[in-house]
């Protein structure tokens, strides 16, 4: 196998820049969109049709618990995409991993609802959501590993920032959609979307999701080869079990990037789901929030996630200039700081809330834009897809699956007050700073070994 895909690469031509950026851009932007799909109707819609009604709270907790289950799913996903990405290439596996997303997200928009098929209908969202993170577990390792292999010298970090902007886009482009829809739709109670939107109009978004997969695949499928597998197969340096490998071999590596990515994902799902809960709950509702209407409060988000993108972008020069280290481990000391500034910024009126977005949201772009070119750069390219993907996806586990519903219960526990959420973000960011700290920098590493 080694010697056929050698020369089969052997007189490939080079991906051009243009190519490599779009490449790595597009995939997340599709994959990040149709997550940020299922996030927003986990809040808005799935609590009123997939679940018995009666209970406000257990109906969005068990909505979150299945937005929770595609974190599972995840590490799975990048056990197996890994394999694929270590063994037979980069190429075939971004594409099967955007085939997997892409159809999932098609069939939720065909699902029945609870009133249709009872306890059926949960259980097949279920499954399509498990779907999904297994998708997102092969899907973000490899686009890292498009823009990072293919990247001029002192310029990884910054071709690094492309498949990180596509959580940004994705956002936009998502929620942008759900918007028009409701605004065709309107509704004449702010708390509920209309009865059109419930039983029609929420599809949309999902079925829409196939077109940009289309797109995708036609993008991926000019890709060839980065150098960096190329002169693996040639050196017949191609791991049998790539996981075993890098358990052996890197298991120090593979627990300090887990660890690095724990802040930005619990910062990223407190900004984009809790958020929304919190910032569309009445302020005479069992658990009170911020009482704001659906339409305002999106468009405040988006807002807030495009300092996101800005932010990721300047993130990358700053990473090549101070070095991947050194800059989380000033932008982790700032999360810390945000999490206790939580109840005076939310208390403030308007003016504190959109502040607090803003803040909350280029902090993610300034922690999250680094890590597309640390977490491959722990790794040799003979396991560097499966490496990335296990820390990136674990992490997920840690953070991004529980923090919806440990952000919810100290909700509850703190009678509607934000404040021990916060507190949470803050202490999960300590541990990420520990980590960053018993690290080493990576800037230097040579791509190719």
Aim: no cysteine; hydrophobic share 55%.
């Amino acid at each position: 196998m080694s010697s056929t895909l050698a020369a089969g690469h052997a007189g490939a031509v080079a991906n051009p820049r243009s190519r490599v950026l779009l490449a790595s851009l597009i995939g997340t932007t599709i994959e990040f969109y149709d997550f940020y799909v299922y996030a927003t109707a986990a809040v808005l819609v799935f609590p009123h049709l997939f679940f018995p009604p009666g209970n406000d709270t257990t109906a969005l907790l068990a909505s979150f618990a299945i937005f929770g289950a595609a974190m599972v799913a995840r590490p799975l996903g990048a056990i197996f995409f890994g394999h694929l990405g270590d063994k037979r290439g980069r190429k075939v596996t971004l594409v099967g991993a955007l085939l997997t997303m892409g159809i999932a997200t098609f069939l939720i928009g065909l699902l029945p609802t609870f009133h249709q098929a009872g306890w059926f209908a949960p259980a097949l969202l279920v499954v399509m959501r498990l779907a999904q993170g297994f998708a997102l577990g092969g899907e973000w390792s490899g686009a890292a590993l498009v823009a990072t292999e293919n990247a001029p010298p002192g310029k990884r970090a910054v071709y690094g920032t492309f498949p990180q902007l596509g959580a940004p886009l994705g956002f936009i482009l998502a929620n942008g959609l759900f918007l028009v829809i409701a605004a065709l739709l309107p509704s004449e109670d702010p708390t509920r979307p209309s009865d059109a939107f419930l039983e029609w109009g929420w599809r949309i978004p999902f079925l829409f999701s196939i077109v940009m997969v289309a797109v995708g695949l036609w993008v991926r499928l000019h890709l060839v080869e980065s150098t960096a597998f190329k002169k693996t197969v040639t050196d017949g340096k191609v791991h049998k079990l790539p996981l075993a490998s890098v358990f052996r071999t890197h298991f120090r590596q593979l627990v300090l990037g887990t660890f690095y990515m724990l802040a930005t994902y619990v910062l990223f799902y407190l900004m984009t789901t809790f958020s929304l809960s919190y910032g569309r709950a009445g302020t005479g509702a069992a658990l009170p929030g911020l009482g704001y209407d659906y339409t305002t409060f999106v468009l405040m988000m988006i807002i807030g996630v495009v300092f996101f993108g800005i932010f990721t972008l300047l993130s990358g020069p700053w990473a090549e200039r101070w070095g991947r280290r050194r800059t989380l481990i000033a932008v982790t000391l700032a999360i810390i700081a945000f999490g206790l500034t939580w109840v005076p910024m939310l208390a403030a009126g308007p003016v504190g809330v959109m502040a607090w977005l803003i803040l909350g949201f280029s902090l993610m772009g300034m922690t999250f834009g680094p890590m597309g070119a640390l977490l491959p750069e722990l790794f040799p390219a003979n396991v560097r897809y499966t490496g990335s993907g296990i820390a990136y996806n674990v992490s997920s586990i840690l953070g991004a699956a529980v923090a919806p519903f440990i952000a919810i219960a100290l909700w509850a526990w703190g009678g509607g007050s934000p404040f021990w959420v916060g507190i949470y973000l803050s202490a999960m960011a300590g541990l990420t700073l520990i980590a960053l700290l018993l690290g080493s920098e990576t800037r230097d590493i040579d791509i190719e070994a």
